[in-house]
């Protein structure tokens, strides 16, 4: 067993762990985060993406113990319980960028992560060719593109981030 | 995911006494090669060395006339450095085509090489370049560190710790992409050295990496998509797989060569 100590959406958190154990099952089955979906487990299809020391990761290609002293957001991590949205997340609902909405954690959190890296103003093509890793098998991808789009703005005032 | 017992070193010396204490333990720095193969159970290293909070081993600089890339620099960073853009802005191209954006924010220059998988794209630039591959031992050659199908002149206790890039007058790297897994189905590096011009290709050679001496020869006379005309590599010893068979593969060898070096003489 391996001894780790991070911090999860800003709060300190621990774990004795196997150390076999993968990101994203420490994030859903010890500490009940499920938001962060498995999808393909192989790294391809994105919907495990979380922030690790604020960039975008596939956590069922990271051991939690790799993760031990450093920093994780998750989707639940973007806005507090029952406060507003994430300006990101409430674009998806207004431009209903979902529809079974198992990929959407990680292209929310792949989103943010894009406009942390190339700003607020995005073309349809930029926003493409980031989801690269990102795969939606409703195929929604037109009203996801919307949306990001969308939410990017808004993050330009919000206090969010 | 076989059990193991998981290592932290801090140096590069403890890392390479944990590997030489610990028979058959395993190197991991951004794990997007080996993580996947060891849930697939395809690999079941007994130890996991965890290279990735060495201090110092992801550093960008340009030394001399070459351009100095740290092992554990990821190929995010590499992609948008200003110094890569700047000095070799064909290395920042391709790096830039791995994977896909959460993928680059892991991945590591040093681990790709370590790998040495036929269809990755590092081995391209580094053979094409005439890269130095330093190690915690000594200093490779390309001809001397690629050894064929994922493996490498690197001993048991050895570690990449950096890559030295002489830089080119013209270069351009054209990738044709397996759509699925984003390697390479066939990826052509072509580079106008200051001495001569290099063709190198990924993804197609069943032994890895390779040169295509005949453009090579043809380049250097005119460095123009026209010298390359009625050339063809021989199918011959390509892969072949449900991607790709191999005369497709020698095909598109042909026609990626061409564009890469039209992309190489539009850069200013």
């Given at each position: 067993m391996a001894k780790i100590s991070l911090i999860v959406n800003g709060n300190p958190v621990t774990g004795n762990i196997d150390p076999r154990t993968l990101l994203v099952q420490f994030l859903r089955e010890?500490?009940?985060?499920?938001?962060t979906h498995v999808g393909c487990d192989t790294s391809q299809c994105g919907a495990c993406v979380v922030h690790l020391d604020g960039k975008a990761v596939k956590s069922c290609t990271t051991l939690a113990v790799m993760a031990d002293g450093h920093e994780v957001k998750t989707i639940e991590g973007l806005a507090a319980d029952g406060a507003p949205l994430h300006p990101m997340q409430e674009a998806f609902r207004e431009h209903h960028g979902l529809q079974c909405g198992f990929c959407t954690p990680g292209m929310i959190m792949t989103a943010v992560d894009l406009v942390h890296r190339k700003?607020?103003?995005?073309s349809d093509h930029v926003i493409r060719e980031e989801l690269e890793g990102n795969l939606c098998r409703c195929t929604g991808y037109q009203n996801i593109v919307v949306s990001i789009a969308a939410g990017a703005k808004a993050m330009a005032n919000s206090d969010l981030a | 995911m076989y059990e193991f017992k998981y290592h932290r070193p801090e140096t590069v010396r403890q890392a390479a006494n944990l590997l030489i204490k610990n028979e058959d333990a395993k190197f991991v720095a951004g794990g997007h090669t080996l993580i996947p193969v060891m849930k697939q159970r395809l690999a079941a290293p007994p130890h996991i060395i965890d290279?990735?909070?060495?201090?110092?081993?992801?550093g960008i600089e340009i030394k001399g006339r070459s351009l100095v890339i740290g092992a554990l620099a990821k190929h995010a960073e590499v992609a948008t450095s200003a110094i890569v853009g700047e000095a070799f802005p064909a290395l920042a191209e391709l790096a830039a085509l791995i994977g896909d954006p959460a993928v680059r924010h892991k991945g590591t220059i040093g681990g790709s090489l370590a790998n040495n998988d036929p269809t990755a794209d590092y081995p391209a630039a580094v053979l094409a370049m005439g890269a130095t591959i330093v190690t915690n031992k000594r200093k490779l050659k390309p001809e001397e560190f690629f050894q064929g199908l994922f493996t490498t002149a690197l001993e048991p206790d050895e570690i990449i710790t950096k890559v030295a890039f002489p830089l080119p007058k013209k270069a351009a790297y054209i990738k044709f992409r397996n759509q699925a897994s984003r390697y390479a189905l066939v990826g052509v590096f072509v580079a106008k050295r200051p001495s001569d011009v290099r063709v190198t290709v990924t993804g197609a050679g069943s032994e890895g990496v390779f040169r295509v001496e005949a453009f090579e020869q043809a380049l250097q006379k005119r460095?123009?998509?026209?010298?390359?005309?009625?050339l063809t590599v021989p199918a011959e010893g390509l892969n072949s797989d449900l991607h790709g068979s191999a005369e497709y593969r020698a095909h598109l060898i042909g026609v990626l060569a061409k564009r890469a070096v039209e992309a190489a003489n539009a850069r200013a």
């Open positions: 010890n500490l009940r985060l499920t938001g700003g607020h103003d995005l | 290279l990735s909070h060495i201090q110092g081993l992801d460095f123009s998509p026209k010298a390359l005309d009625g």
